[in-house]
């Protein structure tokens, strides 16, 4: 059976895994949902030094303090979206250490470039930096739900699970988006995987392909033969909106399953 560690996104903590980590316990595996220094139930820890590099931290504890019975067990680690931030950062400190890396609905960090440097949108840091000024200066306020922009799509996520979102979600330190990413030079990366939320989302296993398939070297990791692609007709938030499929999905993405990519134009 296997671990997976799961590295939520921005605003959220392990509270938001509830459902998807029932559902792989159910089907014989072992979850362990990380909450991040500052955010969840730990949202008290939070200063302004809590930095993108406290979460890679934080990760690596996860990692390094889990003591599996069988430490035959594969161990999977899963970022959903600004989570993939600390998870490729603590994966590429312990080569070796993990089995799987799984990215969902998340996009691929890169080194030296902050969560903020990412976003295309030339507004998005001056947005963040006024939206923090409003509350304390360090702090992003959690967003309104209506804000898609900052949370990402909401689609499919039921009535009570927004009411959950409203009532746990915890302001996000605004250096841990600010702050670029510091990636060991030269680290192998391990097998990986990606599960891209269709509706609403940033990209699909499509999507990816075509950016492939231009033979531009920025896209050539994408393409790794290890590397399985998945789809899921949801929101941002699968593990609200597709509990059960989610779980199935990341079973099937520590088997080494998915959708694999090529290189070079397709063939008629």
Known sequence: MTHFLLVPGGYTGAWIWRDTAHHLRERGHHPHPLTLTGLGDR????????????????????????????????????????????????????????????FLDAAMP???????????????????????????GWRLPVPALHDTQLWGSLAEVSEPDLKRMEQLAAPQ??????????????????????????????????????????????????????????DLDTGHYPMLSRPA????????AAAGEGHRLHTGPQQP
């Open 110 to 136: 890169a080194h030296g470039l902050s969560v903020i440097d990412a976003n295309p949108d030339p507004t998005y840091r001056t947005r963040l930096r006024e939206r923090a000024e409003s509350l304390d």
């Open 43 to 102: 949202r008290h820890l939070a200063t302004p030094s809590t930095t993108l590099a406290t979460h890679v931290a934080d990760v690596l504890q996860a990692l390094d303090h889990l003591d599996p019975a069988d430490p035959s067990e594969p161990t999977v680690l899963v970022g959903h979206s600004y989570g993939i931030h600390p998870a490729v950062g603590a994966a590429l400190r312990r080569p070796g250490r993990i089995d799987r890396l799984v």
């Open 245 to 252: 499929e989610l779980a199935d999905v990341l079973i099937r």
């Open 173 to 230: 330190p605004l250096a841990t988006l600010e702050q670029p990413l510091d990636l060991p030079a030269d680290t192998p990366w391990p097998p990986f995987s990606a599960v891209f939320c269709t509706r609403g989302g940033f990209a699909s296993t499509a999507a990816i392909q075509a950016l492939v398939a231009t033979g531009d070297p920025r896209f050539h990791r994408l393409a790794d033969p290890t590397a399985g692609y998945f």
